[in-house]
T-cell receptor
Framework: LAKTTQPISMDSYEGQEVNITCSHN???????ITWYQQFPSQGPRFIIQ???TKVTNEVASLFIPADRKSSTLSLPRVSLSDTAVYYC?????????????FGSGTQLTVLP | KAGVTQTPRYLIKTRGQQVTLSCSPI?????VSWYQQTPGQGLQFLFE???????NKGNFPGRFSGRQFSNSRSEMNVSTLELGDSALYLC?????????????FGAGTRLSVL
């Protein structure tokens, strides 16, 4: 199963751009990279998913270099409500099964 | 489209009891996965069901079991509860099982074992 490594915590100020990098050195050829956001006592919420290069949606961008051994989630102009834990996941295959492996995540704290 | 629904939201049990948690996936989704989340261990995979069959199982004791019904709804059962079973139990559903399929999570069931 592909293991991911992220910073444990990050602080930012309102209005700034935040970049969270995740490393996944043993990502498999057919694996996608997915980011989730989780608030306390709630289930993780899907943010963005990508396979290579760059993906952008209404809330974030995801940058993936050519070797796909890392990825960077970019949150433009964060607000206080973006304070949450962010998880980087790599879809893992084990035989015919699929299992999401969650790392420890990154606690993002947005300060006023 | 309604999201993933988990019931109950909160549950208090005592050691030795058993508990059943329920999960209704998004309409049309056939895969349901269960996760346990604790402050110390983070999010850990319990098991996945697809078309009423368990497809994968995490590293949990046999006291943790589950099943899926023909309408894709799933239940998780924990028998002989221990204090360490206190956790947020999360259910996630997806439409299929390939690598790019997104899993959508419910709000969870907060289980407290006294």
């Amino acid at each position: 199963l592909a293991k991911t490594t992220q910073p444990i915590s990050m602080d930012s100020y309102e209005g700034q751009e935040v970049n969270i990098t995740c490393s996944h050195n043993n990502i498999a050829t057919n694996d996608y990279i997915t980011w989730y956001q989780q608030f306390p006592s709630q289930g993780p919420r899907f943010i963005i998913q990508g396979y290579k290069t760059k993906v952008t949606n209404e809330v974030a961008s995801l940058f993936i270099p050519a070797d796909r051994k890392s990825s960077t989630l970019s949150l433009p102009r964060v607000s206080l409500s973006d304070t949450a834990v962010y998880y980087c996941l790599v879809g893992a295959r084990s035989g015919s099964a699929r299992q999401l492996t969650f790392g420890s995540g990154t606690q993002l704290t947005v300060l006023p | 489209k309604a999201g993933v629904t988990q019931t109950p939201r909160y549950l208090i049990k005592t050691r030795g009891q058993q508990v059943t948690l329920s999960c209704s996936p998004i309409s049309g989704h056939r895969s349901v996965s269960w996760y346990q989340q604790t402050p110390g261990q983070g999010l850990q995979f319990l098991f996945e069901y697809f078309s009423e069959t368990q497809r994968n199982k995490g590293n949990f004791p046999g006291r943790f079991s589950g099943r899926q019904f023909s309408n894709s709804r799933s239940e998780m059962n924990v028998s002989t509860l221990e204090l360490g079973d206190s956790a947020l139990y999360l259910c996630a559903s997806s439409s299929n099982r390939d690598s790019r399929t997104i899993q959508y999570f419910g709000a969870g069931t907060r289980l407290s074992v006294l």
